[in-house]
C-alpha cells in the first residue's frame, strides 16, 4: 500500500459546476500525477507535478488545471464541468528518495457530469 | 508521441492454463510497467521492468528494450487473474507521466 487516498471516491454534478478532486499522499512521493480512464482507452495523463508549485501539462489536460501547494497535496480543477469529463480519475505518485520511478496508483475516483 | 500497443486485447482461458501478454511499442523508454486492474478497478502493480527479466510466483515478465517489446507471462491461471492487464511505459524522462496501452483483458473461467 503506497499511502495514497482519493477524495471523494463518487461524485454527480452538473455541467458548468466547478469541481475538485483532491490527491493526497503519506509517502513523501517527490512526482504526483492525474490521469483519466474512459472506456475502450488505457488511462491518460491530464497533468503532472515535479514538486510544490511544479506542474506540467499531459496528453489532455484541455479543461482542467492542477494546484501543489504541500507535497502531500495535488488537486485536480475542473473549472467548468463537461459532460466529457465524465470518466474515472486516477492519481498517481512516484519518486520516493533513492527509488526508482514506479508509478503506484490511489482507488480512483468515478466522476458524472450530468 | 510514443505508441504503445497491446495483444491480444481479449483472452479466454480455463482455469490452469497459461498465458503470455505481449507489449509493443514505438520509440525507446526509461521506464515499463505492468498493471492488473482487477474486476473493482484497483490498478494492482506487477513489475516495473524497463529491461530484463523479472519473475514474482506465477507471474513473470520480460523485456527486450533495444527490440521494443515486453512480455507478461501467466501460469496456473487462477479466476483472481481475471481482469485488465495494462503495459506503460516513459519514454522521456524518468518522471514523466506513463504512456498507457489500451490493455488486455483477460477471463480466467473455473
Known amino acids: 500500500d503506497a499511502g495514497i487516498t482519493q477524495s471523494p471516491r463518487h461524485k454527480v454534478t452538473e455541467t458548468g459546476t466547478p469541481v475538485t478532486l483532491r490527491c493526497h499522499q503519506t509517502e513523501n512521493h517527490r512526482y504526483m500525477y492525474w490521469y483519466r480512464q474512459d472506456p475502450g482507452h488505457g488511462l491518460r495523463l491530464i497533468h503532472y507535478?515535479?514538486?510544490?508549485?511544479?506542474?506540467d501539462k499531459g496528453e489532455v489536460s484541455d479543461g482542467y488545471s492542477v494546484s501543489r501547494s504541500k507535497t502531500e497535496d495535488f488537486l485536480l480543477t475542473l473549472e467548468s464541468a463537461t459532460s466529457s469529463q465524465t470518466s474515472v480519475y486516477f492519481c498517481?505518485?512516484?519518486?520516493?528518495?533513492?527509488?526508482?520511478?514506479?508509478?503506484?496508483f490511489g482507488p480512483g475516483t468515478r466522476l458524472t457530469v450530468t | 508521441g510514443i505508441q504503445v500497443e497491446q495483444s491480444p486485447p481479449d483472452l479466454i482461458l480455463q482455469e490452469g492454463a497459461n498465458s503470455t501478454l505481449r507489449c509493443n511499442f514505438s520509440?525507446?523508454?526509461?521506464?515499463l510497467q505492468w498493471f492488473h486492474q482487477n474486476p473493482w478497478g484497483q490498478l494492482i502493480n506487477l513489475f516495473y521492468i524497463p529491461s530484463g527479466t523479472k519473475q514474482n510466483g506465477r507471474l513473470s515478465a520480460t523485456t527486450v528494450a533495444t527490440e521494443r517489446y515486453s512480455l507478461l507471462y501467466i501460469s496456473s491461471s487462477q479466476t483472481t487473474d481475471s481482469g485488465v492487464y495494462f503495459c506503460?511505459?516513459?519514454?522521456?524522462?524518468?518522471?514523466?507521466?506513463?504512456?498507457f496501452g489500451k490493455g488486455t483483458h483477460l477471463i480466467i473461467q473455473p
Open positions: 498517481a505518485i512516484s519518486g520516493l528518495a533513492g527509488s526508482s520511478y514506479e508509478q503506484y
Open positions: 506503460a511505459v516513459v519514454s522521456g524522462g524518468g518522471a514523466d507521466g506513463l504512456t
Open positions: 507535478s515535479y514538486g510544490v508549485k511544479d506542474t
Open positions: 520509440d525507446s523508454v526509461n521506464n
